[in-house]
């Protein structure tokens, strides 16, 4: 079964924090890095970070540097995305995706979580 499940969206405040959950099937554990991406009303969905299970090596879209940090706990099969000093910008629905992750890239596969809504208030 290839399954990701996301949690921990809600509203918060600008320039508050929040961290979203994705856990990870079994197969996609033993197959596959996950990444997070995030879509914005009426935008394209796109790139926010990624995490090797085995060697916790994290990749990030150059923009999301400083304020997100990815992270793994293998013996939850989760993978956590904190997300700091928050900006209306930030508002979108965030998506775990099971993917193969490189030293500069990330190719997303197509198995995804049902997304999680962020909303940052000013």
């Known amino acids: 079964q290839v399954q990701l499940v996301e949690s921990g969206g809600g509203l918060g405040p600008a320039g508050g924090s929040l961290r979203l959950s994705c856990v990870a099937s079994?197969?996609?554990?033993?197959?596959?890095?996950v990444g997070w991406f995030r879509q914005a009303p009426g935008k394209e969905r796109e790139f926010v970070a990624a995490v090797s299970w085995r060697t916790g090596y994290a990749y990030y879209k150059d923009s999301m540097k400083g304020r997100f940090t990815i992270s793994r706990d293998n013996a939850k099969k989760t993978v956590y995305l904190q997300m700091n000093s928050l900006k209306p910008e930030d508002t979108a629905v965030y998506y775990c995706n099971a993917g193969d992750l490189y030293e500069n890239s990330y190719e997303p596969r197509d198995y995804w979580g049902q997304g999680t809504q962020v909303t940052v208030s000013t």
């Open positions: 079994e197969r996609i554990w033993n197959s596959y890095s």
